[in-house]
């Protein structure tokens, strides 16, 4: 008796676990963490960071180091004073990064378009007082969605610069982007 009610218990708790990213513990909780960070485009000399990564929280990163490559979801990239945010590229089956201007303003935004279909992958060229919606990266540990809104605060060509307001929230395939 002790056996299946441990085999039916393992289970229970397999399914939930399996049942997907949606929240498996029905918290229906949104976790927003809000920060700024700034990038540095990759091309300007020192060591400070050229991406973000918002899967994980809001970690400004250096892809450019081996044990970050693939732990970022957008790098910035200067030419003259034209700046791009790039979105991580697709890696094998796990879908990349996308993003997607609007004309919300920062503060205005409670939830991030849901469809993948609604971002592009491609890089984009960025100003200051843009807002936009990010869709992150899969990664091989998390293969559900995170959504975040970022508004380009200010670029400055001359230090390769790039402030970036940040709210994201951490809850796997939730796009709201405002606490209940």
């Known amino acids: 008796m002790r056996a299946v009610l441990s085999a039916v218990f393992m289970l229970g708790a397999t399914a ?3 049942g997907g990213c949606d929240d498996p513990f029905g918290l229906g909780e949104v976790i927003l963490v809000r920060d700024t960070v700034t990038l540095t485009a ?3 000399p020192g060591d400070a960071p050229s991406a973000v990564d918002l899967a994980e929280g809001v970690a400004p990163r250096r ?3 081996p044990g970050e ?3 970022w979801d957008l790098q910035l990239r200067q030419e003259g004073a034209t700046f791009t945010l790039v979105p991580f590229a697709q890696l094998v089956s796990l879908r990349g990064a996308g993003l997607t201007l609007t004309d919300l ?5 409670t939830e991030a378009p849901r469809g993948t279909g609604e ?8 100003a200051a007082g843009q807002t936009y919606f990010v869709q992150t990266r899969q990664t091989q540990s998390l293969r559900c969605a995170k959504f975040a809104v970022i508004k380009v605060l200010a670029v400055s ?3 390769g610069t790039a402030h970036i307001a940040v709210r994201s929230n951490q809850a796997c395939d ?3 982007l405002e606490a209940d």
């Open 69 to 71: 490559a693939q732990q």
């Open 105 to 109: 303003g920062f503060d205005e935004v």
């Open 42 to 44: 990759p091309s300007t």
């Open 119 to 126: 971002y592009t992958r491609a890089p984009v060229t960025v």
């Open 63 to 65: 892809p450019e180091l």
């Open 174 to 176: 939730d796009e709201r």
């Open 16 to 18: 939930v676990l399996l």
């Open 157 to 159: 060509a001359d230090s």
